[in-house]
T-cell receptor
Framework: ETGVTQSPTHLIKTRGQQVTLRCSSQ?????VSWYQQALGQGPQFIFQ???????GRGNFPPRFSGLQFPNYSSELNVNALELDDSALYLC????????????????FGPGTRLTVL | DQQVKQNSPSLSVQEGRISILNCDYT??????FLWYKKYPAEGPTFLIS?????DKNEDGRFTVFLNKSAKHLSLHIVPSQPGDSAVYFC???????????FGQGTELSVKP
């Protein structure tokens, strides 16, 4: 069983640029969530995708956008990068609802470390 | 507004002893609580969860206790092992599969 994978591992951008981060969900998982983890903090929810539709959004501006594809992989796009966007971006997938006892678990990828200069 | 709080940034425990990590929450609508462990350069790894209809859940060396009236949960690790040294996050959600609200984390160090 392949776990959640993310690419790239590390990325350096400058202010004002745009970035796309990618996530492949765990096999059989149809829900993907994205989180931002700043240094010394817990992960903060950005948004969630379920069956290619946005299914909840945290307190992030519209320049944070996403997509989910038919194979349930996902992208996170951030426009007009700011210095404060420097963080670890985590993708998590979870199994279909009704999966016995496991649907509340979110399985995280290793993250993409974004540095904005 | 920090809805989930872990007030101890760090905890040091001797190998073989019990580790107790604490977490408080403010939103009474939370129905599911989870603990994750995180090593540097890795994503969080799910450890154990509990729903609000229970007050205790065990899995091997890990036990989570939930006190709904106090809006408090704790993770007990017995016996603690050096490999348990990591950052531990508690998280809460309002429904199964919903967005997770994380605490700030507690760094556990288990000394041989």
């Amino acid at each position: 069983e392949t776990g959640v994978t993310q690419s790239p591992t590390h990325l350096i951008k400058t202010r004002g640029q745009q970035v796309t981060l990618r996530c492949s969900s765990q096999s059989g998982h149809n829900t993907v969530s994205w989180y931002q983890q700043a240094l010394g903090q817990g992960p903060q929810f950005i948004f969630q995708y379920y069956r290619e539709e946005e299914n909840g959004r945290g307190n992030f501006p519209p320049r944070f956008s996403g997509l989910q594809f038919p194979n349930y992989s996902s992208e996170l796009n951030v426009n007009a990068l700011e210095l404060d966007d420097s963080a670890l971006y985590l993708c998590a997938s979870s199994p279909p609802r009704g999966t016995s006892g496991r649907e509340n678990e979110q399985f995280f990828g290793p993250g993409t470390r974004l540095t904005v200069l | 507004d920090q809805q989930v709080k872990q007030n101890s940034p760090s905890l040091s425990v001797q190998e073989g002893r019990i580790s107790i990590l604490n977490c408080d929450y403010t939103n009474s609508m939370f129905d599911y609580f989870l603990w994750y462990k995180k090593y540097p350069a890795e994503g969080p790894t799910f450890l154990i969860s509990i729903s609000s209809i229970k007050d205790k859940n065990e899995d091997g060396r890990f036990t989570v206790f939930l006190n709904k009236s106090a809006k408090h949960l704790s993770l007990h690790i017995v016996p603690s092992q050096p490999g348990d040294s990591a950052v531990y996050f508690c998280a809460a959600s309002r429904y199964q599969g919903g967005k997770l609200i994380f605490g700030q984390g507690t760094e556990l160090s288990v000394k041989p």
